[in-house]
């Protein structure tokens, strides 16, 4: 029974992570989508729900390499680990400047814009990587 709700419990929590994924992802596109006509689709926003959705939930719970190996003098870097902590803070930071900006009704220069897609586009690409380099060693 214990191992029943351990694993429902994992996949409520990883859902959880989903949903603020994409809830990441529609600040962003509603951001980006505001500033860049062509960007201003029901599409765009899909896509970057999903594709945030997916990178929070692959990338977010990453199963670490074990602490210390004894054959080796030096530990070795996580890759996974790495690249799914430096890629969440990623998406975060450009969903929370986006939020920000819908929130104090701003219109930074296009650049800035651009800058928040390219952060954000990297950040979750980062995640997901990060997701199926763990998934695939485990």
Avoid: N
Avoid at 8 to 37: N, Y
Avoid at 78 to 84: G, H, Q, T
Avoid at 112 to 121: A, E, F, Q, R, Y
């Amino acid at each position: 029974m214990q191992t029943r709700f351990r694993r429902f419990a994992h996949v409520l929590e990883r859902c959880g992570l989903a949903l603020a994924g994409a809830a990441c992802g529609l600040f962003v596109a509603a951001h980006v989508g505001s500033s860049i006509s062509f960007l201003t689709t029901q599409g765009f926003l899909l896509i970057m729900m999903i594709v945030g959705a997916i990178g929070f939930y692959l990338g977010i719970d990453t199963p670490p390499l074990p602490f210390h190996d004894d054959e080796l003098a030096e530990p070795k870097v996580d890759s996974a680990e790495l690249l799914s902590a430096a890629g969440t803070f990623l998406a975060t930071l450009t969903a929370f400047f986006s939020v920000a900006i819908i929130i104090l009704r701003q219109e930074p220069h296009i650049a800035w814009t651009i800058l928040i897609m390219l952060g954000w586009s990297l950040g979750v690409a980062m995640q997901i990587i990060s997701g199926a380099i763990a998934r695939a060693r485990a």
